[in-house]
T-cell receptor, first 111, second 114 residues
Framework: TQLLEQSPQFLSIQEGENLTVYCNSS?????LQWYRQEPGEGPVLLVT?????EVKKLKRLTFQFGDARKDSSLHITAAQPGDTGLYLC???????????FGKGTLLTVNP | SAVISQKPSRDICQRGTSLTIQCQVD?????MFWYRQQPGQSLTLIAT?????????ESGFVIDKFPISRPNLTFSTLTVSNMSPEDSSIYLC???????????FGPGTRLTVL
């Protein structure tokens, strides 16, 4: 069984601060997805990384896939209240295209 | 990508009744998934519903409790049967249009069982 450990589970910061969310596993994944979910909505895909060592940037968000494809990180620079939400990582490569989800990081950015 | 709608968006039901949740996609997709999510928590996969085959249920979920239909490539339903308060949750459908392990989610159905 593949497991994804996501940390921290909760994060409350002030506007303008930087933060990093981690997603770790002992298993290798063929890809890793990051989603953000706001209250009352479904998860929205932020990025997919597929190559070990890959780094992708999306405005103030930087995503990295570990060299061994077992871990990933999401770094947010100068967080804004609009970044508030539940961040989920998900590993691909499971049978029947199923994803393995981490437990999520609930981020609150205070103005 | 894909645009997904769900109906109803929310409902309050009495225990012992059943609710059918609809999921509509704006394009034809083979792979569709149904999840359950407690507020503020991660997603738990209920079943995979691929068109042309019977739904495949995850451990802890059974067809009698969560029957699924997949009549075509753009539509699916999930029924929550004989509901109890423990079934109160958010139910989400998702699709993987390209078979690339990238799923797109509907807005969810928030179910409260009294």
């Amino acid at each position: 069984t593949q497991l994804l450990e996501q940390s921290p589970q909760f994060l409350s910061i002030q506007e303008g601060e930087n933060l990093t969310v981690y997603c770790n596993s002992s298993s290798v994944f063929s890809s890793l997805q990051w989603y953000r979910q706001e209250p009352g909505e479904g998860p929205v895909l932020l990025v997919t990384v597929v190559t070990g060592g890959e780094v992708k940037k999306l405005k103030r968000l930087t995503f990295q896939f570990g060299d061994a494809r077992k871990d990933s990180s999401l770094h947010i620079t100068a967080a804004q209240p609009g970044d508030t939400g539940l961040y989920l990582c998900a590993g691909g490569g499971g049978s029947n295209y199923k994803l393995t989800f981490g437990k999520g990081t609930l981020l609150t950015v205070n103005p | 990508s894909a645009v997904i709608s769900q109906k109803p968006s929310r409902d309050i039901c009495q225990r012992g009744t059943s609710l059918t949740i609809q999921c509509q996609v704006d394009s034809q997709v083979t792979m569709m998934f149904w999840y359950r999510q407690q507020p503020g928590q991660s997603l738990t996969l209920i079943a995979t519903a691929n068109q042309g085959s019977e739904a495949t249920y995850e451990s802890g979920f059974v067809i009698d409790k969560f029957p699924i239909s997949r009549p075509n490539l753009t539509f699916s339903t999930l029924t929550v049967s004989n509901m109890s308060p423990e079934d109160s949750s958010i139910y989400l459908c998702s699709v993987d249009p390209g078979g690339a392990d990238t799923q797109y989610f509907g807005p969810g159905t928030r179910l409260t069982v009294l």
